[in-house]
């Protein structure tokens, strides 16, 4: 999915897809629901071709981060170990490692973790406990997560239940809910 643009008219893809089956991940990529539209495969490397062989990924089953650029024909992706939270609000680690949430396959793929946090402070979301990919929200808040996003702040002392989901079509959204 183009989170900035509509309908088939983009050029920046990207998406979080649960690989199930071992290595090689062999697939292509189809602008629109159908391959009359075009489809995208690979031309050596991170290189992407009109038409071609399948791209291949390397790696376990797992989630991966799927980006494409089909004005510039690149791709690359990312193995997801795990997403946790990091920040002031959690109080076993605060800023200095992510702890881990628990990954279902519900909406296409969803974390969650119940903990309790502390209010007054803030967190943001981490993919494999490094900041090269993490969520925050920028204001106005709209449960919404943003790339590099601002803290997202917590009102209370408590115990929530915390979910991100992110497997459906680019419809990015985290839910922190106070027990």
């Known amino acids: 999915v183009d ?4 309908g088939t008219t983009g050029s920046n893809y990207e998406g979080y897809i649960n690989f199930t089956d071992g290595a090689p ?5 189809v602008k629109g629901d159908n391959w009359g539209a075009g489809d995208f495969g690979s031309a050596g490397g991170t290189a992407l071709g009109n038409g071609g062989p399948n791209l291949t990924m390397t790696g376990a089953a797992a989630v991966y981060y799927v980006r494409a650029n089909t004005q510039n024909m690149t791709w690359s992706y ?3 170990t795990t997403w946790g939270i990091i920040g002031s609000a959690v109080p076993v680690t605060g800023w200095g490692s992510s702890v881990p949430m628990t990954f279902s396959t519900a ?5 969650t973790i119940t903990t309790n946090l502390l209010g007054g ?3 943001k979301f981490r ?21 590099n996003g601002g803290n997202i702040p ?3 002392d408590g115990n929530y239940t915390i979910t991100l989901e ?3 079509a680019g419809n990015y959204s985290y839910k922190i809910i106070k027990n």
């Open 127 to 147: 993919a494999n406990d490094d900041w090269g990919i993490n969520l925050g929200d920028d204001s106005p808040r709209d449960n919404k997560p943003d790339y």
């Open 166 to 168: 992110l497997g459906i």
């Open 3 to 6: 989170k900035n643009a509509s």
């Open 154 to 156: 917590i009102a209370a």
């Open 107 to 111: 909406n296409g793929g969803t974390w």
């Open 25 to 29: 991940h062999d697939f292509k990529m």
């Open 78 to 80: 990312t193995r997801i």
């Open 121 to 123: 402070q803030e967190l």
